[in-house]
């Protein structure tokens, strides 16, 4: 324990402009092979990582932190929460993750992004460093709106890229205004049949200008027509939210209609269409904690759910972990539980660090996610294995920062502490 103390506090004490660090003695899970180097010195300057050398020197001038021979993993990814954008679930001036308006599916999450919520600080010092957030059902259905990927930096400003993903959900009770899921469907491939229809006409009545014809309306005039047409030009995926193997298989033939990205989240009976999925190169973004139905939607659910989609072919990445409420509410504990029920269950060690690290940056497109040179120097000193939940973070640097790694809950503890 005191060396736990020490370790926080050393970190607390490194100054926020730091240009270089040290972390020495690590058992550094670089992300680049299935085994961790060991007794490694990890070099970091400039917000990159210089080196990651076993038995390495330390730079003359660099902050140092001594690992102690425990792991050190890059910082972790949560595929999908909605950190900063909810902080107590029962009071609406804390909640801003959906929209009323019918007239647009372009609902933008990072414009309500707030930093100083504790549940971001709670997250941080659990490890998470980046994490996808996405809104709920708004009422264009079945479009949620636009998805971010936030940084948990020290500060208010957590924006680290805007309108990453194309957010929709489709299952059972998800748009009561549709009613049936064939109707969800149909008004999804509609509104993608539309925008490519009208992105055509624009093209053809541009060439038609040029030889002084009238010219076609712009696209995007409509209501989330532009939105989606960065979905159809492969800018970004289309994330459907959805559980039921049929909706998934649904979302195959989408993807190969169309010719677009599609990312599965959810997916509790992903592993019945572990095939298609492959085949189509469809990620998904699962909780491997879900072993009962929450709903008819997930009557196949099972917690190896991540290792058979593996096996497949399937790049998974771990999000909504814990269920409606421990998505948020314990965004980081709940992705390190969901990581170590999914070894439990079949999935190789390395495995689950790349469904926490490397694999939800590469589905939501921004690439990183590991200990390697000229790397993004995002990562988290462990006093034990980062999937265990009784482990601490001792140590959190983002973007080649040392940041507080103390939550509301370290506060308070210390602050009652010695009352009798």
Same mark, same amino acid.
């Given at each position: 324990?005191?060396?736990?103390?020490?370790?926080?506090?050393?970190?607390?004490?490194?100054?926020?402009?730091?240009?270089?660090? !040290? @972390?020495?003695?690590?058992? &550094? +899970?670089?992300?680049? #092979?299935?085994?961790?180097?060991?007794?490694?010195?990890?070099?970091? /300057?400039?917000?990159?990582?210089?080196?990651?050398?076993?038995?390495?020197?330390?730079?003359?001038?660099?902050?140092?932190?001594?690992?102690?021979?425990?792991?050190?993993?890059?910082?972790?990814?949560?595929?999908?929460?909605?950190?900063?954008?909810?902080?107590?679930?029962?009071?609406?001036?804390?909640?801003?993750?959906?929209?009323?308006?019918?007239?647009?599916?372009?609902?933008?999450?990072?414009?309500?992004?707030?930093?100083?919520?504790?549940?971001?600080?709670?997250?941080?010092?659990?490890?998470?460093?980046?994490?996808?957030?996405?809104?709920?059902?708004?009422?264009?259905?079945?479009?949620?709106?636009?998805?971010?990927?936030?940084?948990?930096?020290?500060?208010?400003?957590?924006?680290?890229?805007?309108?990453?993903?194309?957010? !929709? @959900?489709?299952?059972?009770? &998800? +748009?009561?205004?549709? #009613?049936?899921?064939?109707?969800?469907?149909?008004?999804?491939?509609? /509104?993608?049949?539309?925008?490519?229809?009208?992105?055509?006409?624009?093209?053809?009545?541009?060439?038609?200008?040029?030889?002084?014809?009238?010219?076609?309306?712009?696209?995007?005039?409509?209501?989330?027509?532009?939105?989606?047409?960065?979905?159809?030009?492969?800018?970004?995926?289309?994330?459907?939210?959805?559980?039921?193997?049929?909706?998934?298989?649904?979302?195959?033939?989408?993807?190969?209609?169309?010719?677009?990205?599609?990312?599965?989240?959810?997916?509790?009976?992903?592993?019945?269409?572990?095939?298609?999925?492959?085949?189509?190169?469809?990620?998904?973004?699962?909780?491997?904690?879900?072993?009962?139905?929450?709903?008819?939607?997930?009557?196949?659910?099972?917690?190896?759910?991540?290792?058979?989609?593996?096996?497949?072919?399937?790049?998974?990445?771990?999000?909504?972990?814990?269920?409606?409420?421990?998505?948020?509410?314990?965004?980081?504990?709940?992705?390190?539980?969901?990581?170590?029920?999914?070894?439990?269950?079949?999935?190789?060690?390395?495995?689950?660090?790349?469904?926490?690290?490397?694999?939800?940056?590469?589905?939501?497109?921004?690439?990183?996610?590991?200990?390697?040179?000229?790397?993004?120097?995002?990562?988290?000193?462990?006093?034990?294995?980062?999937?265990?939940?009784?482990?601490?973070?001792?140590?959190?640097?983002?973007?080649?920062?040392?940041?507080?790694?103390?939550?509301?809950?370290?506060?308070?503890?210390?602050?009652?502490?010695?009352?009798?």
């Amino acid at each position: 324990m005191k060396v736990l103390v020490s370790l926080i506090a050393l970190a607390a004490a490194i100054p926020a402009a730091a240009q270089t660090l !040290a @972390v020495t003695h690590a058992e &550094a +899970w670089t992300m680049d #092979g299935a085994e961790p180097v060991r007794d490694a010195t990890i070099v970091i /300057a400039d917000g990159k990582v210089v080196s990651v050398t076993a038995g390495g020197a330390v730079p003359e001038g660099a902050t140092v932190i001594d690992a102690r021979g425990k792991p050190v993993t890059p910082g972790l990814v949560n595929g999908a929460t909605q950190i900063g954008l909810v902080e107590v679930s029962g009071s609406g001036d804390t909640r801003d993750q959906a929209s009323t308006d019918e007239r647009n599916a372009g609902f933008d999450v990072s414009r309500a992004l707030n930093g100083n919520s504790t549940l971001v600080s709670l997250a941080r010092a659990d490890g998470v460093t980046r994490a996808l957030i996405y809104p709920s059902p708004s009422r264009f259905a079945p479009f949620n709106g636009e998805a971010s990927i936030a940084r948990l930096r020290d500060g208010v400003d957590i924006l680290d890229a805007r309108d990453v993903a194309v957010y !929709a @959900v489709i299952g059972g009770g &998800a +748009w009561d205004k549709l #009613g049936s899921r064939a109707s969800q469907w149909s008004v999804l491939r509609k /509104a993608l049949s539309d925008a490519k229809r009208a992105a055509a006409a624009h093209e053809d009545g541009e060439k038609r200008g040029r030889k002084g014809e009238h010219r076609g309306p712009p696209p995007g005039r409509r209501g989330g027509e532009e939105l989606i047409r960065t979905v159809l030009r492969g800018e970004v995926p289309l994330a459907i939210q959805t559980h039921r193997e049929s909706d998934i298989r649904q979302a195959a033939a989408l993807a190969r209609e169309f010719g677009i990205r599609v990312v599965i989240v959810g997916g509790a009976e992903a592993w019945r269409a572990a095939d298609v999925l492959a085949a189509a190169k469809i990620a998904v973004v699962l909780d491997p904690q879900v072993n009962l139905p929450a709903t008819f939607d997930q009557l196949g659910a099972r917690q190896d759910n991540a290792a058979l989609l593996t096996r497949a072919g399937v790049t998974v990445a771990i999000g909504q972990a814990g269920g409606a409420i421990h998505s948020n509410y314990n965004a980081g504990m709940g992705l390190r539980e969901g990581a170590g029920i999914a070894v439990a269950n079949g999935l190789s060690y390395v495995q689950a660090l790349r469904a926490v690290t490397i694999n939800p940056l590469s589905i939501w497109g921004r690439g990183g996610g590991t200990l390697t040179p000229g790397g993004e120097a995002d990562l988290v000193v462990w006093d034990g294995d980062p999937l265990e939940p009784s482990t601490n973070a001792t140590a959190v640097i983002i973007e080649g920062r040392a940041v507080s790694a103390r939550s509301r809950q370290d506060l308070l503890a210390e602050r009652y502490r010695d009352i009798r």
